[in-house]
């Protein structure tokens, strides 16, 4: 079966990294059939909430920007319950504690997934672009093999290049998860989209932070980089993390991980 049709099948599906936006139609609408013929449960996992996934996710995790691999830690813990004896020792060290309060997911909402998959036959984990360039891929990478090989999730990963990172993972030597950064401030997203527009997508608060308003032109400023972009305030949007849609950049400010702290400046100041 191909990735549509496995989702389209699936009557739990848990997607983590991925906005699910205009250029993953394909997945969003085989998510929307699975609903439909199986009346599917869908976690949807991500920093941001998705308006146009309200009608349809079960539960929203939402977990703080650059936490992923903690995400992936929990998750882990959660529902992987047969494996081996150093991945037995490695859970059982884990600090539930620390990764639920650093990442803003709670242990419950865990508990609450894991008990409306029980009864499920044909599950589902969507891993999303987000996580190919985290500082913390190596590791992540194995959570996600493990995963694959020690649950009844079927894995897809949307990237392909990322998938065969995946499938070519050996070594299952898990490293303890580091120390979560924290992103304070002003943050934009990277959205990978077919067009790229000047628009920085922000919420009222993201603009109130940022003391900027609707169509004023701004410079996203990142170490060496300085981005001219123009806010457009969404009512859409909650929270305060920004979204900046763009196909590709030599900018340092759109390479590596998909979030920034950046420090917003009105153009005619």
Do not use: W
């Not at 929307?32 to 869908?42: D, H, L």
């Not at 000047?198 to 981005?227: E, H, P, R």
């Amino acid at each position: 079966m191909d990735k549509k049709e496995i989702i389209s099948k699936s009557d739990f599906i848990l997607s983590l990294g991925t906005m699910l936006s205009n250029n993953k139609e394909e997945v969003r609408d085989s998510i929307i059939e699975s609903i439909a013929k199986t009346n599917a449960q869908f976690v949807y996992m991500h920093p941001i909430d998705n308006i146009d996934l309200k009608l349809y996710y079960t539960q929203f995790i939402k977990y703080e920007v650059g936490s992923e691999e903690g995400i992936l830690a929990l998750l882990l813990n959660t529902f992987v319950k047969e494996s081996n004896d150093t991945i037995k020792k490695y859970i059982d060290s884990l600090d539930l504690g620390y990764l639920s309060a650093e990442s803003s997911a709670g242990e419950e909402e865990f508990e609450e997934a894991y008990d409306n998959s029980l009864n499920c036959k044909f599950k589902t984990l969507i891993i999303g672009d987000d996580l190919i360039e985290h500082p913390r891929v190596e590791n992540i990478i194995k959570f996600i093999s493990i995963i694959k090989e020690y649950t009844d999730f079927n894995v897809i990963i949307l990237d392909n290049n990322f998938e065969e990172k995946i499938n070519a993972c050996t070594n299952l030597q898990l490293e303890e998860v580091e120390e979560l950064k924290s992103f304070d401030g002003t943050v934009i997203y990277r959205l990978i989209e077919d067009e790229s527009t000047q628009d920085l997508i922000a919420s009222k608060s993201f603009a109130q932070i940022a003391k900027v308003a609707n169509n004023d032109k701004v410079y996203l400023n990142y170490k060496s980089s300085k981005v001219e972009k123009t806010i457009k305030v969404d009512d859409k949007l909650n929270g305060t993390i920004a979204i900046s849609k763009i196909t590709g950049s030599n900018e340092e400010l759109f390479n590596g991980y998909r979030y920034k702290q950046v420090k917003i400046q009105k153009v005619d100041e």
